[in-house]
């Protein structure tokens, strides 16, 4: 009986020490989708989602969607061996943060518009390899006034507006270059009469 309670003790032992290594086919995914504290779901209505979050690859937003939440998870249950997680958003920073122990949650606030990388690693507390990663490239829409159609619609009332500024000039130069003819014209015209007054006086005196 002793050596039996021996051997069940032994084989708990080492069973207990396999459940502290972290399995090396350890999958993260992001799993939830929270925007301005409002759970999103596929197809709910607010054209977000398509389908699961899992399977997203790319996440479109706008530029109201000031608040957004991920959920994470990982398919490891053993609490001896949690992994410690850290997470980038490239387009915003190039630093890897990481996480408080039992945080499974990524938190984003007032994100310009743009493009962005999430990525999201499960790091091992044993040896600090990476163990698991996932992904999620983020388009933030900007509102009308600065999207790319708004700026050709400025660029085309800028256009017209050189346009009319460049008639309203070259109109007024004609106008001053018609004036300045039609004065030099009076000027001449002006200097004829005065010869001619001047010819006619001068014969009308030889005469008398």
Same mark, same amino acid.
Request: glycine fraction near 2%; aromatic fraction near 12%.
């Given at each position: 009986?002793?050596?039996?309670?021996?051997?069940? =003790?032994?084989?708990?032992?080492?069973?207990?020490?396999?459940?502290?290594?972290?399995?090396?086919?350890?999958?993260?995914?992001?799993?939830?989708?929270?925007?301005?504290?409002?759970?999103?779901?596929?197809?709910?209505?607010?054209?977000?989602?398509?389908?699961?979050?899992?399977?997203?690859?790319?996440?479109?937003?706008?530029?109201?969607?000031?608040?957004?939440?991920?959920?994470?998870?990982?398919?490891?249950?053993?609490?001896?061996?949690?992994?410690?997680? =850290?997470?980038?958003?490239?387009?915003?920073?190039?630093?890897?943060?990481?996480?408080?122990?039992?945080?499974?949650?990524?938190?984003?606030?007032?994100?310009?518009?743009?493009?962005?990388?999430?990525?999201?690693?499960?790091?091992?507390?044993?040896?600090?390899?990476?163990?698991?990663?996932?992904?999620?490239?983020?388009?933030?829409?900007?509102?009308?006034?600065?999207?790319?159609?708004?700026?050709?619609?400025?660029?085309?009332?800028?256009?017209?507006?050189?346009?009319?500024?460049?008639?309203?000039?070259?109109?007024?130069?004609?106008?001053?270059?018609?004036?300045?003819?039609?004065?030099?014209?009076?000027?001449?015209?002006?200097?004829?009469?005065?010869?001619?007054?001047?010819?006619?006086?001068?014969?009308?005196?030889?005469?008398?």
């Amino acid at each position: 009986m002793a050596i039996y309670r021996r051997d069940i =003790r032994q084989v708990a032992k080492k069973f207990e020490e396999k459940l502290t290594d972290i399995p090396r086919d350890m999958t993260i995914r992001l799993v939830g989708l929270w925007i301005n504290n409002k759970l999103i779901q596929p197809n709910d209505g607010s054209k977000v989602l398509k389908k699961s979050l899992p399977y997203v690859k790319t996440l479109k937003l706008n530029y109201k969607h000031s608040m957004v939440t991920c959920d994470f998870a990982v398919d490891n249950f053993i609490p001896a061996s949690q992994p410690t997680y =850290r997470y980038r958003l490239s387009g915003f920073s190039d630093e890897w943060t990481e996480l408080p122990p039992g945080v499974s949650k990524l938190n984003f606030m007032r994100l310009n518009p743009g493009k962005y990388k999430l990525e999201l690693q499960a790091i091992s507390p044993s040896d600090g390899e990476v163990n698991a990663t996932t992904s999620l490239d983020l388009k933030i829409k900007p509102p009308f006034y600065r999207s790319w159609l708004a700026f050709l619609l400025y660029l085309l009332i800028l256009s017209v507006v050189l346009w009319r500024i460049m008639e309203f000039n070259r109109s007024q130069l004609l106008l001053k270059t018609s004036l300045e003819y039609e004065k030099k014209e009076k000027e001449n015209l002006e200097a004829v009469n005065q010869s001619k007054l001047r010819f006619f006086t001068n014969i009308s005196h030889e005469f008398r």
